[in-house]
């Protein structure tokens, strides 16, 4: 198969991880989402990155040194790591790679300043974000400067807490390949995250926007406290302003700079309410679109909305599937028995068979909703009591979760053994969760929580 090293944003989608790496992939699907604007660019493929190391087999022998290394030894793996980045960042780009990105470079707009960004392969997955693993270089002038950071993005693979992060989850250095995203720089006027759930709380109906002025690094790098933003069901519910002395701004002959803010304007939000709402909206649709929470990079420019990136939330444990919009409290089942390991699957579809009450699954295990008991006075007693007896801790993840007044609505009692599912309430769980807005107990211990 002929070997491909540039390819346009707008012609890949999540189908392309394998050739232009988690980030461009999911730049190229958020460019085909309706309503949704994405700077122009495209990818340098993992095609021309192999193509590049093919010229230096040393890097080969360097990289099974560094999968043989034991991940204690942190001076063994920062040695060996920084050999591989010298070793890339010396080698001279083919001209047939050079070509095909000056090509490129040329139908978007030669003299235009770039973002030139890392997309390893191994990136922005629903189980691990490598979030900040890799390089990302701002406001790039020239083809020459954007060649030799296209050789730094590459480089960026082999980064010390790249390497450690790609140990930590079990992924093989030799496996993992870089392409780059070459896109057109934006210049706003504020940038920030967004996330569409929670992501401490796990609470799926509100989104929480971090926002700045100028470029979205100094959030990144905590140069500056954002202003935070909490929006529900398409209203800025709670908001704290930050008093952002700096900012990180564009220079007109290239890179960025770090600038001081006025002192009139420091205290003034990055954002109206009404801007607020219209990203939390975008960021329904993007969520809609991938199926799953997201957490997403934007920038304001010109009272618009440009998307720069846009991953999953891997914090987040999942909940079970749900066809209403209803608040959901679910008492995790295998934690009362001790197993804090996910079930195997002949497991969890042979409980159910023989439980007094609906069972529901989410990541290997199972739950019992316990909302309408909790709803109902005479009913939620006797929960909290036989929970309390269990594991005080659960009982009083409940009583936190009651405690939100609008979480759970008070029913007319429906008697000690009423609610969903009738029968008697669950044995003690050692775990609970909620659904939205709270997850269920993670790996190895149960947990509650709602907002």
């Given at each position: ?37 994405v ?50 960042e ?31 392969t ?64 934006a ?76 002192a009139?304007r ?44 846009s ?37 969890y ?8 009450v ?20 005479a ?73």
């Open positions: 198969m002929m070997e491909q090293y540039v390819v346009d944003l707008r012609e890949v989608d999540e189908t392309h991880v394998a050739l232009v790496g988690g980030k461009g992939a999911h730049l190229g699907e958020l460019s085909r989402i309706d309503g949704v604007r700077p122009g660019g495209f990818c340098v493929t993992t095609d021309a990155f192999r193509h590049v190391i093919a010229g230096a087999p040393s890097i080969d022998d360097r990289r099974d040194e560094l999968a043989r290394v034991n991940s204690d030894d942190r001076e063994a793996v920062r040695t060996l790591s920084a050999e591989i980045r010298r070793t890339i010396g080698i001279s780009i083919p001209n047939e790679v050079a070509e095909a990105i000056t090509r490129a470079l040329a139908e978007v707009g030669e003299g235009a300043a770039y973002a030139v960004r890392s997309s390893a191994a990136e922005d997955l629903p189980t691990a974000s490598f979030a900040g693993q890799q390089d990302t270089y701002l406001n790039v002038v020239g083809p020459q400067a954007i060649l030799q950071h296209i050789s730094r993005c590459w480089a960026s693979l082999f980064t010390e807490r790249a390497v450690t992060y790609r140990r930590r989850h079990g992924i093989d250095h030799r496996t993992v390949h870089m392409a780059v995203v070459v896109q057109r720089m210049f706003p006027q504020a940038s920030g995250i967004l996330f569409t759930a929670d992501p401490v709380t796990g609470n799926r109906k509100v989104a929480t926007v971090d926002a700045g002025f100028g470029l979205g690094e100094a959030l990144v790098s905590g140069l500056v406290n954002p202003d935070v933003f909490t929006v529900r069901e398409g209203e800025v519910v709670a908001k704290a302003i930050a008093a952002k002395q700096r900012a990180i701004q564009a220079r007109p002959t290239g890179g960025t700079q770090e600038v001081s803010i006025d009139r420091q205290e003034q939000p990055a954002l109206t309410d009404a801007q607020v709402v219209r990203l939390a909206q975008l960021g329904r649709r993007i969520e809609a679109h991938f199926g799953r929470p997201q957490d997403i990079e934007w920038c304001l420019v010109d009272d618009g909305f440009q998307i720069v990136q991953r999953p939330i891997t914090t987040l444990f999942p909940i079970p599937e749900i066809g209403d919009q209803e608040n959901h409290v679910y008492v995790s089942v295998g934690h009362q028995q001790m197993m804090t390991d996910a079930m195997k699957p002949l497991g579809s042979m409980w159910p068979l023989t439980a007094m609906p069972m529901h699954e989410a990541g290997g295990r199972l739950f019992v909703d316990v909302t309408r008991r909790l709803a109902s006075p009913s939620r007693a006797g929960l909290l009591n036989i929970m309390g007896k269990g594991d005080p801790l659960v009982r009083d993840a409940l009583e936190t979760v009651l405690d939100r007044d609008d979480f759970v609505p008070s029913l007319p009692d429906a008697g000690p053994g009423g609610g969903a599912g009738g029968g008697a309430p669950p044995p003690p769980a050692r775990g609970a969760g909620a659904r939205p807005p709270a997850g269920a107990g993670g790996r190895g211990g149960g947990g509650a929580g709602a907002k």
